[in-house]
């Protein structure tokens, strides 16, 4: 029998508001999550992310559509899908009053764990997120990336088989945010399913076993990064043109765009015969491009490619919430 997906969605849509102030933030999404992977949902802000994440947390109805998650469907099986998911938002929801330990207790408790459970879970959740020597201290004197462990620490209490993480990073510094990602790696080894979305490319590239890419509320691309990669380019030939008039004109062609240097990025293969061709054609006088350098494409590329360089739009939110 073929494995049941960690999360399974059809036809997903969402409107906000009514008549002309309507806003459609999903129009029809699909997603298909293998248990124990990592699927990013990655988007410009207003794509719809948070509304996908809510919906399928149960904290929000979908207008149309169906989705189940961990086996339970959503809307007609709301307690067994709690029971069964954690959900952490952009900020850390832990009590600055409390202490790392008491915080995890706290939710221990709540999960239904007895005193001595509580106590026992966690000391576990602390070691494994590396804040023993920080577990009697008040969380007001924690680091952002510290109260962000301790945050997934809490979601873990009732070990659920799927989580979700709505933009975890956002905020923090770059040796915070690699730390996040290594729990991320722990926990998809250790057999959850994890839900991320982000703005972050490197992100994604780096934590997903598959990405989809969300644009004014339709899933317009989904696969592996290579996979994704490749429908833009193998390769990317950046060129620096000599003026603006030059950089306007050869603008259609590219997947990249930095008015600031006059730089293009044009999709290639990378062979020295396609590089030479592209030369050929953009420039055929060898007057318009200063010089040129070649890369490997990157999600950047196709998030470009894909989505443009929208102006964002608000997505309307309702109260953050935790599910545990």
């Known amino acids: 029998m073929p494995e049941q997906p960690a999360i399974a969605a059809t036809g997903l849509r969402k409107t906000y508001g009514s008549g002309a102030r309507a806003v459609e933030v999903l129009r ?6 293998p248990p124990g992977t990592v699927h990013a949902l990655l988007g410009p802000n207003g794509a719809g992310k ?27 099986e709301r307690t067994a899908v709690r029971r069964a998911i954690s959900l952490t938002g952009q900020f850390a929801a832990v009590d600055e009053r409390q202490t790392g330990a008491e915080n995890l207790r706290m939710m221990a408790r709540l999960a239904r764990h007895s ?7 966690a000391h576990h959740l602390l070691e494994r997120f590396e804040l023993s020597h920080a577990a009697d201290r008040l969380v007001a004197t ?3 990336g510290m109260r962000r ?4 620490a809490a979601s873990l209490v009732g070990d659920p088989d799927v989580i979700f993480l709505d933009e975890p990073t956002t905020g923090l510094d770059p040796r915070s945010r690699r730390e996040l990602w290594s729990v991320v790696r722990e926990l998809a080894v250790q057999g959850t399913t994890v839900f991320l979305t982000t703005q972050y490319l490197e992100e994604a590239d780096r934590l997903a076993d598959r990405i989809g890419v969300l644009h004014t ?4 691309a989904e696969g592996t990064a290579q996979s994704l990669k490749s429908t833009v380019a193998d390769h990317r030939l950046d060129l620096v043109l000599h003026d603006r008039a030059d950089y306007l004109r ?10 600031d240097t006059l730089t293009l990025g044009i999709p290639t293969d990378g062979t020295a015969r396609h590089v030479r061709a592209l030369l050929d054609e953009l420039d055929p006088d060898g007057t318009a491009v ?3 350098s070649l890369h490997t494409a990157t999600l950047d590329d196709v998030f470009l490619a894909l989505t443009g360089t929208p102006t964002p739009r608000p997505e309307p939110k309702e109260a953050a919430a935790h599910v545990r």
């Open 115 to 121: 005193r001595a459970s509580a106590r026992d879970r």
């Open 290 to 292: 200063e010089r040129f």
């Open 217 to 220: 509320g339709r899933l317009v």
């Open 50 to 76: 948070t509304t996908a994440v809510r919906i399928l947390a149960t904290l929000t109805t979908a207008d149309a559509g169906t989705a189940q998650v961990a086996g339970h469907d959503v809307r007609t």
């Open 28 to 33: 029809g999404v699909d997603l298909t999550v």
């Open 250 to 259: 050869l603008t259609p062609h590219a997947v990249h765009h930095a008015p």
């Open 142 to 144: 924690y680091s952002g």
């Open 149 to 152: 462990r301790l945050d997934l």
